[in-house]
Nanobody, 124 residues
C-alpha cells in the first residue's frame, strides 16, 4: 500500500512560481515511476509530467515543457513539481500518482496509487 500526500499549492499571480511536493509512504519508492496530473473544473484529468524510479528519465506535456520541472529525492520518498511562468490556464487541482512501472508513464490508467490533490490557482 502506498499513500501519497501533496502539498505546496496556493494562489499565485500569472508569471509566478510554485513548488509542489508529494510525500510517499512505503519502501519501494525508488522502484516506482511517479507522475503529476491535473484536473480543472469541467475538464478531464490531463497528464503533466512523469519521472522514472531512478530519476534519470523525465517526460512532460507539451503545454508545460520548458516551464515545469519534475524531480525526486528517493532518500526522502518525495517527488516535486517546480512550476515557473505560471499561466491562468495552469489553474487546476494537481494530483500526484505512483506506478509499479520503473520507467516514465504517461497514461493515467497505468498508475495504481493517487493522492488527494492540491489546488493551484493562478490570477491574471
Amino acid at each position: 500500500q502506498v499513500q501519497l500526500v501533496e502539498s505546496g499549492g496556493g494562489l499565485v499571480q500569472a508569471g509566478g512560481s510554485l513548488r509542489l511536493s508529494c510525500a510517499a509512504s512505503g519502501r519501494t519508492f525508488s522502484s516506482r515511476a511517479m507522475g503529476w496530473f491535473r484536473q480543472a473544473p469541467g475538464k478531464e484529468r490531463e497528464f503533466v509530467a512523469t519521472i522514472s524510479g531512478s530519476g534519470d528519465s523525465t517526460y512532460y506535456a507539451d503545454s508545460v515543457k520548458g516551464r515545469f520541472t519534475i524531480s525526486r529525492d528517493n532518500a526522502k520518498n518525495t517527488v516535486y513539481l517546480q512550476m515557473n511562468s505560471l499561466k491562468p490556464e495552469d489553474a487546476a487541482i494537481y494530483l500526484c500518482a505512483s506506478t509499479r512501472i520503473r520507467n516514465t508513464v504517461i497514461v493515467g490508467t497505468n498508475y495504481d496509487y493517487w493522492g488527494q490533490g492540491t489546488q493551484v490557482t493562478v490570477s491574471s
